[in-house]
């Protein structure tokens, strides 16, 4: 559905990784990943397989969710008191998952209407197995990539 994004969950905190942590952050999960880290059959069995010596640790989350339309989405941010956050020019917003580049064309038109309303510093976490559109390069201030290694439990 074009204009919305499936949504896992939003919430204000502060980045605990990658070069900018320790920013007051408002970070949107988006629902879906492509990857498995933990094992082919993990979110069934809750047990590490394949190999893996991890499991993801936000899979519960982003198996989850449901959609929002763009304007929903700044209604939520309204509601939670985080707008005043957002037009400080301090923030710091995270687009998260999951992989949020499975959904990167609603993401670039999020991220459009963000940037638009906010001066925000844009982040996206990714575990860099999808290119970004050279749109969504153009929307994005910094990744923060996570690849996947052999240890992830993944063929």
Same mark, same amino acid.
């Given at each position: 559905?074009?204009?919305?994004?499936?949504?896992?969950?939003?919430?204000?905190?502060?980045?605990?990784?990658?070069?900018?942590?320790?920013?007051?952050?408002?970070?949107?999960?988006?629902?879906?990943?492509?990857?498995?880290? =933990? +094992?082919?059959?993990? $979110? %069934?069995?809750?047990?590490?397989?394949?190999?893996?010596?991890?499991? *993801?640790?936000?899979?519960? /989350?982003?198996?989850?969710?449901?959609?929002?339309?763009?304007?929903?989405?700044?209604?939520?941010?309204?509601?939670?008191?985080?707008?005043?956050?957002?037009?400080?020019?301090?923030?710091?917003?995270?687009?998260? =998952? +999951?992989?949020?580049? $499975? %959904?990167?064309?609603?993401?670039?038109?999020?991220?459009?209407?963000? *940037?638009?309303?906010?001066? /925000?510093?844009?982040?996206?976490?990714?575990?860099?197995?999808?290119?970004?559109?050279?749109?969504?390069?153009?929307?994005?201030?910094?990744?923060?990539?996570?690849?996947?290694?052999?240890?992830?439990?993944?063929?």
């Amino acid at each position: 559905m074009k204009d919305s994004l499936r949504v896992s969950e939003c919430f204000y905190s502060i980045q605990g990784e990658g070069s900018t942590i320790g920013a007051p952050s408002l970070f949107l999960r988006l629902q879906g990943c492509n990857m498995t880290c =933990g +094992g082919p059959t993990t $979110l %069934q069995s809750g047990k590490l397989e394949n190999g893996a010596k991890w499991r *993801c640790d936000t899979m519960e /989350v982003w198996t989850k969710g449901n959609r929002f339309t763009f304007d929903e989405l700044f209604n939520l941010f309204s509601q939670n008191g985080w707008e005043d956050a957002l037009q400080s020019g301090s923030l710091h917003f995270i687009v998260t =998952g +999951g992989e949020p580049l $499975l %959904q990167q064309a609603s993401v670039s038109g999020f991220l459009t209407q963000l *940037c638009e309303r906010y001066d /925000v510093f844009v982040e996206c976490e990714t575990n860099a197995s999808l290119k970004p559109s050279d749109q969504l390069l153009s929307m994005i201030d910094q990744f923060n990539v996570s690849p996947k290694l052999s240890n992830s439990g993944l063929n």
